[in-house]
């Protein structure tokens, strides 16, 4: 059974940082990663898609990085503005399951302080 | 372009009632699915449905049940509340052009709460 881990739980910085999640995965037969961000009380917003067979996706200050191989997956975030605070949560969409049954990790929470 | 919808936003029930929660997916989405967030467990699948067939199922005792309609509406039916149900419940759908590059995109949820 395919297990996703986020490490940090919990994250706090200062405006203007580079920053790194880390997620991993116990499974390396998937279709794709994807990223996702959470506001509280909110729904997912989803941020980057990794497809098995590309090693990064960027979309603005994010780059997401996948290592298949060894079941790692990256989140780097440039220049952290306070607006970046959030919850931020990698999803695994694995081979051996349907297209919309994503396995999730419990998420990096990050604060960015002014 | 919409996104998709969850009715209502909020909800307040009693245990031992049920409960039925909606979804509009994004235009031209045909695969729905369901999940639950709590503090506890973080997102848990509960099931997903394609073409208004049910494609898949999580590990969710028989009170939950779901539905998708032929304009790819879907609804899920709670049903003999207990306090454990309460929770964020997301939506999400999918375009299910292909299985490497059709993202999901999730709603807003609805939060229901039991007391």
């Known amino acids: 059974k395919q297990e996703v881990t986020q490490i940090p739980a919990a994250l706090s910085v200062p405006e203007g940082e580079n920053l790194v999640l880390n997620c991993s995965f116990t499974?390396?037969?998937?279709?794709?990663l994807q990223w996702f961000r959470q506001d509280p009380g909110k729904g997912l917003t989803s941020l980057l898609l990794?497809?098995?067979?590309?090693r990064e996706q960027t979309s603005g200050r994010l780059n997401a990085s996948l290592d298949k191989s060894s079941g790692r997956s990256t989140l780097y975030i440039a220049a952290s503005q306070p607006g970046d605070s959030a919850t931020y949560l990698c999803a695994v969409h694995d081979r051996g399951s349907t297209l919309g049954r994503l396995y999730f990790g419990r998420g990096t929470q990050l604060t960015v302080w002014p | 372009k919409a996104g998709v919808t969850q009715t209502p936003r909020y909800l307040i029930k009693t245990r031992g009632q049920q409960v039925t929660l909606s979804c509009s997916p994004i235009s031209g989405h045909r695969s729905v699915s369901w999940y639950q967030q709590t503090p506890g467990q973080g997102l848990q699948f509960l099931f997903e449905y394609f073409s208004e067939t049910q494609r898949n199922k999580g590990n969710f005792p028989g009170r939950f049940s779901g539905r998708q309609f032929s304009n790819s509406r879907s609804e899920m039916n709670v049903s003999t509340l207990e306090l454990g149900d309460s929770a964020l419940y997301l939506c999400?759908?999918?375009?299910?052009?292909?299985?490497?590059?059709?993202?999901?995109?999730f709603g807003n949820g609805t939060r229901l709460t039991v007391t």
């Open positions: 999400a759908s999918s375009l299910a052009r292909d299985m490497e590059n059709s993202p999901l995109h």
């Open positions: 990794i497809q098995s067979s590309q």
């Open positions: 499974d390396s037969a998937i279709y794709n």
